[in-house]
């Protein structure tokens, strides 16, 4: 009975994984994702990176706390401890989670200290020991996120390693992001942008490993730009800053155009939706920006843009979420305006 939910649950999942958001440190929390969620009923959606070793010796559970609208959903583990790892992965599983993905890309100073994230590549024999640990603990899909390559290193020369180590290991889906990580010298933000951008190699890596389901992540801006590269034979893309930082414009024809489902999201459809998730929040206890903070783009492009942005900006000094109410009224007559 487990083993038939799990290939079920495996399935539904790698359908899932032909459109996902990027984990994103700082961003993707559980706020972002329900927020994200009212765009798109199929997407597959990423936690931000949790450390192992805060959910095995630190017992910070809170760190996965979700609401079941965010499915499907996956958790993001960093570590380099293969047991550590394991019993994190369970930990997840116990939660609910669809997926557990390693980080084996994040090339922050705080990340290569704990030795993982992106220095990872140059140990793919760990990784495979790690990602085969986790198998062992959990029924759900184990993935890895990595990078082409770190530093002076040929992708064309390690990245074929790397993904027969994982794969041999029991991994069938990874995420690649087309760019090397720069481990010296570069911050995280530079190597989301300074890196050149490689698609040859993640489709090189596609035709000589026909069995692994790969994901392109890096660069991809557009839902035009997706439905070209799935038409070239990558089986998944993966957005992050756009679907952030514009997520009307990306996220609200996922269904429509990725996955030929007709649900199409308007802004204010979402806004009015994310009004009693807020509420809720506020009456908990919560603070209103801890939510509003991801949805400062959800006008961008259109009038009234600017003034949404304004009073979602200063949410942190309100003691209610009248504000949201009035920022919802002003850009509703702005784009009256506007279209009069």
Excluded at 206 to 233: D, R
Aim: net charge neutral; proline share 5%.
């Amino acid at each position: 009975m487990t083993l038939i939910k799990s290939n079920r649950t495996k399935s539904k999942i790698e359908s899932s994984a032909l459109f996902s958001v990027a984990p994103m440190m700082d961003w993707t929390d559980r706020h972002c994702r329900y927020f994200h969620r009212k765009f798109t009923n199929r997407s597959l959606l990423y936690t931000e990176m949790v450390a192992a070793a805060a959910l095995v010796q630190g017992k910070a559970y809170h760190l996965l706390d979700y609401s079941n609208e965010e499915h499907p959903l996956a958790l993001q583990l960093g570590g380099s401890d293969p047991i550590q790892l394991a019993e994190a992965a369970s930990i997840g599983q116990s939660r609910g989670y669809d997926e557990i993905n390693l980080n084996v890309g994040c090339p922050s100073d705080r990340v290569q200290t704990g030795s993982f994230g992106a220095i990872l590549m140059k140990n793919p024999k760990l990784v495979a020991a790690c990602c085969e640990a986790m198998k062992k603990s959990t029924s759900v899909g184990i993935t890895v996120k990595c990078r082409i390559g770190v530093d002076d290193q040929d992708p064309e020369q390690i990245l074929p390693e790397f993904l027969n180590h994982i794969s041999n290991s029991g991994v069938s889906r990874v995420i690649i992001h087309a760019r090397k990580a720069i481990l010296r010298g570069l911050s995280p933000k530079e190597n989301r942008d300074i890196p050149p951008l490689d698609y040859g190699i993640v489709f090189k890596m596609k035709e000589k490993f026909p069995n692994l389901h790969i994901s392109l992540n890096g660069g991809v801006t557009s839902l035009s730009a997706v439905n070209e590269l799935l038409t070239k034979g990558i089986d998944g893309v993966m957005i992050g800053r756009s679907a952030y930082q514009q997520p009307t414009r990306v996220l609200s024809e996922v269904d429509r155009q990725i996955f030929e489902e007709e649900p199409i999201r308007s802004p204010f459809e979402v806004a009015e939706e994310m009004r009693s998730y807020l509420k809720e929040h506020f009456d908990n206890g919560g603070k209103p920006h801890q939510v509003t903070r991801h949805m400062i783009g959800l006008f961008h492009g259109l009038p009234g843009a600017k003034t949404w942005r304004q009073y979602l900006s200063n949410a942190s000094l309100h003691k209610n979420i009248e504000f949201y109410d009035e920022a919802l009224l002003s850009v509703t007559d702005t784009i009256n305006k506007a279209a009069a």
